[in-house]
């Protein structure tokens, strides 16, 4: 049998993804566009035999998952990366080997990954010089950042940003009680994790340390006492901060419908450079091709080089930023 690889986009509803123009465009710039192929597969359930059928298939090459499925998905693998273990959600599927179950017969070993993270970090590395980027703390000594939000998407964040040596991280959420989860979950221990509930709770001394935040709220007009605060927080912070001397700051809006969405306008009115959340896209699109077609154990898969995966990664970049209408949407250094 011809040697053959399927991928897909667990969720609902993803009718207007970009995931498969970004991993096809990835697979077609490698050659690989014959035998790999990245389709949607829409589901209300993850639980649904469809899903449990294509999670068995001899091609199955591996998967994104998205909501609602981030954290249902956990029950169905076999292993789960560091940061999954950590942050509780994943987004990806990998194939790890193969498990041996009744009667002789074989099947995928699935291990859940989280390439949010990976997101995270490329997109906010990339708005600082290159030298920079490899540092232990990239953005530099005692420095800390903000995150908006308090979903699943918050918690990679928390995650990602300490793994870049910032801290404190401050909270700004609509809901109080949301909040205190994330502080209190034993994962988080190790961090410092500051709510950031009201206006006046921020400080000079904090204004000059704050190195970059992201943005993790859906775009759209407030309407509860909650969310109008939660951009009253978010523009003092930017204003006290944005019109400091050195790098402007930049902030990672998450949410890329629209792709200037209400916190990418605030930010920038106070100084601040945005970036918009279709490069966080790229960057942990690339991330599981990485570890689809270069960590997997498939003994059957394709030799391929840094170089092609880079190439790689640039194609499905530019594709995917036409698509967005958004051709560069990274912060830009002075």
């Known amino acids: 049998m011809d040697y053959k690889r399927e991928f897909y986009l667990f969720g609902a509803p993803i009718q207007h993804s970009l995931s498969p123009m970004a991993h096809n465009t990835a697979f077609d710039s490698l050659g690989l566009s014959s035998s790999h192929s990245f389709k949607l597969h829409e589901t209300a359930s993850f639980s649904d035999p469809s899903v449990l059928a294509l999670l068995r298939s001899p091609t199955f090459g591996g998967a994104a998952v998205t909501m ?21 959600s994943m987004n990806t599927v990998v194939v790890t080997g193969t498990i041996g179950e009744a009667g002789g017969s074989r099947r ?6 989280n390439t949010d993270v990976d997101g995270i970090k490329g997109a906010l590395l990339s708005s600082l010089p290159e030298e920079e980027r490899g540092r232990d703390k990239p953005f530099g000594e005692g420095r800390s950042a903000i995150i908006i939000g308090g979903g ?13 040596g910032l801290s404190p991280l401050y909270l700004i ?6 909040t205190a989860a994330i ?35 859906p775009s759209f007009e407030p309407q509860t006492e909650g969310e109008r605060n939660v951009y009253r927080v978010a523009e003092r912070v930017f204003a006290s901060s944005g019109s400091r001397p050195g790098r402007k700051r930049p902030l990672l809006e998450m949410a890329y419908k629209p792709h200037v969405t209400l916190m990418y306008k605030l930010a920038a009115k106070h100084g601040w450079s945005p970036i918009g959340g279709i490069e966080a896209l790229i960057h942990q699109a690339a991330a599981q091709d990485r570890l689809w077609l270069v960590d997997s154990p498939d003994e059957r898969r394709p030799t391929l080089s840094a170089e092609q995966m880079a ?21 830009k250094r002075p």
């Open 311 to 331: 190439a790689a990664r640039r194609a499905a970049r530019d594709k995917v930023r036409e698509a967005a209408g958004a051709p560069d949407a990274r912060a």
């Open 152 to 164: 699943g998407t918050t918690r990679a964040a928390v995650y990602a940003l300490s793994s870049l």
């Open 183 to 217: 502080i209190s979950t034993p994962a988080f221990a190790r961090y410092d994790l500051r709510a950031l509930e009201r206006e006046g709770d921020w400080t000079e001394d904090e204004a000059e340390r704050v190195a970059c935040g992201v943005g993790a709220i």
């Open 108 to 113: 995928a070993r699935l291990e859940g990954r």
């Open 68 to 88: 609602p499925h981030k954290v249902a998905a956990l029950s169905v693998m076999d292993a789960l990366g560091p940061e999954v273990l950590e942050i509780g």
């Open 173 to 178: 959420n609509r809901d109080p009680a949301e």
